[in-house]
């Protein structure tokens, strides 16, 4: 069945250094992507999105990019901030076997920005 | 626009009980999917609800079960609680035009089983 594995966490920045978390997927077919962010205590917000193969998905400053040569869609932000502190979770839906508007969700990865 | 809002925020039950969550949906959505979060790890598909009927289902056990009304909200029932099914419990919604359809997420409740 389709899946999304993530890079393991936490990871641990400094204010202003660049931000990588990996995304890579298994899915027959052509699913839609999603970076979601989860702050502390709350649910999950859709941060960007990409629905074909070298779409790329921006807001906030962050960028993610549908790589379907290497089923990834990995997270980029060039200059990252304590306001960025949060867990964020790649997902994806549809593709194959997974019609219908289900989200299968990646373990989250958790990042931290020290000032 | 409320967004998704989900009740409680925060739920304590004993094992063995029954609960109900509740979630209204975003203005202009018809579909309500529930997910479980566990401590630590990304949210778990349990079912999605469209025009009143179940339409997809996870691996999630009878004890789950949920309902949607004509105005769209939903609730999820869970029957003879287990410590394991103590978690943040979320609701999304969204428009049923077929996948890639954002889904937007509520706060979620916190259920805790002692």
């Known amino acids: 069945g389709n899946s999304v594995t993530q890079m393991e966490g936490p990871v641990t920045l400094s204010e202003e250094a660049f931000l990588t978390i990996n995304c890579t997927y298994t899915?027959?077919?052509?699913?839609?992507l999603f970076w979601y962010v989860q702050y502390p205590g709350e649910g999950l917000q859709l941060l960007l999105k990409a629905t074909k193969a070298d779409d790329k998905g921006s807001n906030k400053g962050f960028e993610a990019t549908y790589r379907k040569e290497t089923t990834s869609f990995h997270l980029e932000k060039g200059s990252v901030q304590v306001s960025d502190s949060a867990v964020y979770f790649c997902a994806l839906i549809g593709g194959g076997d997974n019609q219908g508007g289900k989200l299968i969700f990646g373990q989250g990865t958790e990042l931290s920005v020290k000032p | 626009d409320a967004g998704v809002t989900q009740s409680p925020t925060h739920l304590i039950k004993t094992r063995g009980q029954q609960v109900t969550l509740r979630c209204s949906p975003k203005?202009?959505?018809?579909?309500v999917s529930w997910y479980q979060q566990a401590l630590g790890q990304g949210p778990q598909f349990i079912f999605q609800y469209y025009e009143e009927e179940e339409r997809q289902r996870g691996n999630f056990p009878d004890r789950f079960s949920g309902h949607q009304f004509p105005n769209y909200s939903s609730e999820l029932n869970v029957n003879a609680l287990l410590l394991g099914d103590s978690a943040l419990y979320l609701c999304?919604?969204?428009?049923?035009?077929?996948?890639?359809?954002?889904?937007?997420f509520g706060q979620g409740t916190r259920l805790t089983v002692v």
């Open positions: 203005s202009g959505h018809d579909t």
């Open positions: 899915a027959t077919g052509y699913p839609s």
């Open positions: 999304a919604s969204s428009s049923h035009t077929g996948a890639g359809t954002e889904a937007f």
